[in-house]
């Protein structure tokens, strides 16, 4: 009896093993594509964690490595300048009027990094890879247009909390440039 049960058992852990196998390998491949497209960006660690973070890029190819990329972009200077227009910053920060224009001006940068971010979805999406990162690297600018406006008046300081997500999302679009970039050759 007991022989009987095991072999009604034994195809069923065949099945099972030769399951988990093929699972193995083809999670292997998706993240060896991740791997191959991280290697050509500047931040290979920051690349391979954002992508291995999103559940749909197991089964995107690279172009559609480089649209999660810019979404997770997108993300991060929308929630930037949710950070800067929100009336908890503002408050708390500083009653200075200056410090609020100042504030004001790199919300406005940050709102159309999230335009030039939605047009490089779409340039990617119609596999216009040039504009792509024109318009990609118009967001990195936008970023530094922030801290230079803060450099304008030197009795102002340039907040922490700003400088991080600058650096952030600079080097965000530093990754995406070099999946672009891959795209193009």
């Given amino acids: 009896m007991v022989t009987s049960s095991f072999y009604c058992f034994l195809p069923l852990l065949v099945l099972t093993i030769s399951c988990t196998q093929n699972h193995s390998l ?3 491949g998706d993240m ?23 559940s ?22 929308t929630n930037t300048n949710s950070f800067l227009t929100s009336n908890v910053l503002v408050k708390n920060m ?31 999406e ?23 406006a803060f450099k304008m008046y030197p009795n102002l300081v340039y907040p922490h909390e700003i400088s991080a997500r600058e650096e952030g999302l600079k080097r965000i679009c530093d990754v995406l440039m070099g999946i672009i970039d891959s795209l193009g050759s």
């Fill in 56 to 77: 749909t890029s197991s089964e995107a190819d690279t172009k559609g490595l480089a649209i999660i990329m810019a979404r997770y972009a997108m993300a991060n200077a």
């Fill in 32 to 54: 060896s594509l991740i791997q191959k497209t991280c290697k050509t960006t500047k931040f290979y660690d920051l690349c391979v964690s954002s992508l291995e973070s999103n």
């Fill in 94 to 124: 500083t009653s200075d009027n200056l410090m609020k224009k100042v504030l004001k001006q790199c919300a406005d940068r940050y709102s159309a990094a999230g335009s030039s971010l939605q047009d490089s979805v779409k340039d990617l």
């Fill in 26 to 28: 083809f999670a292997n």
């Fill in 126 to 148: 119609s596999e216009l890879y040039d504009y792509a990162y024109m318009h990609v690297m118009a967001v990195a600018d936008y970023a530094n247009a922030c801290h230079n």
